[in-house]
């Protein structure tokens, strides 16, 4: 069973690749996290949204996806913190979560931009992948 510590930290980087409302429109700083939250989130919005200029109908609706599965991960999380649980079905709702605001941005988007939205998904770093300096060989 995984700890508690490494839950929040798991949870934590399936929050890095989300996009938080904030982000974008110029919230608070923070977001209410420690450790650099805030940066992480915007950086990983725009490692999503590079090369791909939405207008503000499509920056409000993505916000309100956002804020959507960002209200529900905070919930998960909160009710992991009564203890026990299992785990590995938690990160597996999370990703399921993770993929379903994914689907729903993508429909907000134009089919040129979609193009560019899954280029830019799958050029992302992995959660919890280390990068490693290429082996001499």
Do not use: W
Not at 95 to 101: G, I, K, T, V, Y
Request: glycine share 10%; no cysteine; proline share 4%.
């Amino acid at each position: 069973m995984m700890s508690l510590h490494k839950l929040v930290a798991v949870a934590a980087l399936l929050v890095t690749v989300s996009v938080q409302v904030e982000a974008q429109g110029g919230g608070r700083a923070g977001g209410g996290q420690r450790g650099g939250g805030a940066q992480m989130q915007q950086r990983a919005r725009e490692l999503m949204f590079k090369d791909i200029t939405l207008d503000e109908t499509q920056t409000k609706k993505i916000d309100s996806i956002t804020a959507a599965t960002m209200a529900k991960r905070q919930e998960m999380m909160q009710a992991a913190r009564g203890g026990g649980g299992d785990m590995q079905a938690m990160r597996t709702q999370m990703q399921a979560m993770q993929a379903d605001e994914r689907k729903a941005i993508r429909e907000v988007l134009t089919p040129e931009q979609q193009v560019q939205f899954d280029k830019n998904i799958e050029a992302m770093p992995t959660p919890g992948a280390r990068q490693r300096p290429p082996e001499n060989r």
